[in-house]
């Protein structure tokens, strides 16, 4: 059963945009604290944008003024809008939603989307 599923990545040139989807089980919106992480080779998965359980949003230095997390509450979705890309931003992207604060006690990850960015 498919809880999470990212589209949206691919190939650009620096300096273009991309947007990522993710499409989550009705649970796991209405429990977890959606986001967005990324991991490139050989370097540890790291946050990328999140909503936190207040609604606000959490941004990696790396990312701000770039990047934008948003939701659709009425379809369960949540978005990264990516623009002025840089090569150091090819990663794959995973969907990520948060239940640790819950009695679930874990994270939930969707399959990942390769983004790659050339110069």
């Known amino acids: 059963q498919v809880q999470l599923a990212e589209s949206g990545g691919g190939l650009v040139l620096a300096g273009g945009s991309l947007r990522l989807s993710c499409a989550a089980s009705a649970y796991l919106f209405r429990t977890g604290a959606m986001g967005w992480y990324r991991q490139a080779p050989g370097k540890e998965r790291e946050l990328v944008a999140a909503f936190t359980r207040g609604g606000t949003t959490n941004y990696a230095d790396s990312v701000k003024d770039r990047f934008a997390i948003s939701r659709d509450n009425t379809r369960n979705m949540i978005y990264l809008q990516m623009n002025s890309l840089k090569p150091e931003d090819t990663a794959v992207y995973f969907c990520?939603?948060?239940?640790?604060?819950?009695?679930?006690?874990?994270?939930?990850w969707g399959q990942g989307t390769q983004v790659t960015v050339s110069s």
């Open positions: 990520n939603a948060d239940l640790t604060g819950t009695s679930i006690g874990r994270n939930f």
